[in-house]
Nanobody, 124 residues
Framework: QVQLAESGGGLVQAGGSLRLSCAASGRTSGSYAMAWFRQAPGKEREFVAGISWSGGTTPYADSVKGRFTISRDNAKNTVYLQMNSLKPEDTAVYYC?????????????????WGQGTQVTVSS
């Protein structure tokens, strides 16, 4: 089993930046693709960004492309989401997810492990 723990959320003004971290523990010796999803109040959970095991493929949602950057440090079993130029519509609970395959997917159903989420609030 793999456990995921997000951190780095908080309250920030529009135009500001935050960096989220997701630390994996447990059985982390496999090749896991990782992703970030988010869920705003009253809305469905949506894909934000993903990264293959090698780091060579990094799909982004159109709404965050050019503002967010996903990266990973496999030696530390950690994935990051650097969020710049934040907007009020970015306000949501952000979830880290992992799947037991090196190829990254954008579909929620493709992921096997989930963190508890971290709140990001962007004020106008």
């Amino acid at each position: 089993q793999v456990q995921l723990a997000e951190s780095g959320g908080g309250l920030v003004q529009a135009g500001g930046s935050l960096r989220l971290s997701c630390a994996a523990s447990g059985r982390t010796s496999g090749s896991y693709a990782m992703a970030w999803f988010r869920q705003a109040p009253g809305k469905e959970r949506e894909f934000v960004a993903g990264i293959s095991w090698s780091g060579g493929t990094t799909p982004y949602a159109d709404s965050v492309k050019g503002r967010f950057t996903i990266s990973r440090d496999n030696a530390k079993n950690t994935v990051y989401l650097q969020m710049n130029s934040l907007k009020p519509e970015d306000t949501a609970v952000y979830y880290c997810a992992a799947r037991r395959h090196p190829i990254v997917l954008t579909a929620e159903g493709g992921y096997d492990y989930w963190g508890q989420g971290t709140q990001v609030t962007v004020s106008s």
